[in-house]
């Protein structure tokens, strides 16, 4: 079964501070895994994904495939940092599947 | 292209009403997705289709929640009877082909069922 855990509901951090969110998934295969973001009130959008290794807004994220685990971190919070941000696995099926979000507020 | 369009973008409707959300996918998509978002459990797949057909229907909670989509460019998620659990943001997304970098997500429907 494909599974996403995202172990935090809510993260609260200062401005400058680091940010890790965490994401741990259950597949058996070779997953694709993404971040979204949803700022307040918008849509849901694509934050970055595990194949292209990219840095957007200064968030990364490595796949582990030994901890089986998707971390999301930035070296320095910014206050427009603060949103909801789902961890979400694409296995052998069409279907992607997200965790239940960890909403990240940033105070300055 | 304006993106995935749902409509209402709100409704407060009264338990045992019946609910239809509604869909519009960018053209030239093929794939749909309805999820529903709730504070206690996040956001969660309800069913999707490919080429207008349904796939995976495994995530719809009840006998009351039904989705259909007569053809490419429009779907409905329907409701009836509506109860106050149901409240919740509903989803509609959209990609093309299998590679789920270019899934897009619509603005949602906010249900507020009293």
């Known amino acids: 079964a494909q599974r996403v855990t995202q172990p935090e509901k809510l993260l609260s951090v200062f401005k400058g501070a680091p940010v890790e969110l965490k994401c741990n998934y259950s597949?058996?295969?070779?997953?694709?895994l993404f971040w979204y973001v949803q700022y307040s009130r918008q849509r849901l959008q694509l934050l970055l994904r595990?194949?292209s290794r990219e840095s957007i807004k200064g968030f990364t994220a490595d796949l582990n495939k030994g901890e089986t685990s998707f971390h999301l971190k930035k070296p320095f919070a910014q206050e427009e940092d603060s949103a909801m941000y789902y961890c979400a696995l694409s296995g052998n099926t069409d279907k992607l599947i997200f965790g239940t979000g960890t909403r990240l507020q940033v105070f300055p | 292209d304006a993106g995935v369009i749902q409509s209402p973008r709100h409704e407060v409707t009264e338990m045992g009403q019946e609910v239809t959300l509604r869909c519009k996918p960018i053209?030239?998509?093929?794939?749909l997705f309805w999820y529903r978002q709730t504070m206690m459990r996040g956001l969660e797949l309800l069913i999707y289709f490919n080429n207008n057909v349904p796939i995976d229907d495994s995530g719809m909670p009840e006998d009351r929640f039904s989705a259909k989509m007569p053809n490419a460019s429009f779907s409905t998620l329907k409701i009836q009877p509506s109860e106050p659990r149901d409240s919740a943001v509903y989803f509609c997304?959209?990609?093309?082909?299998?590679?789920?970098?270019?899934?897009?997500f619509g603005e949602g429907s906010w249900l507020t069922v009293v």
């Open positions: 597949y058996s295969g070779s997953p694709e």
């Open positions: 053209s030239g998509h093929d794939y």
């Open positions: 595990h194949i």
């Open positions: 997304a959209s990609s093309f082909g299998k590679n789920r970098n270019t899934i897009y």
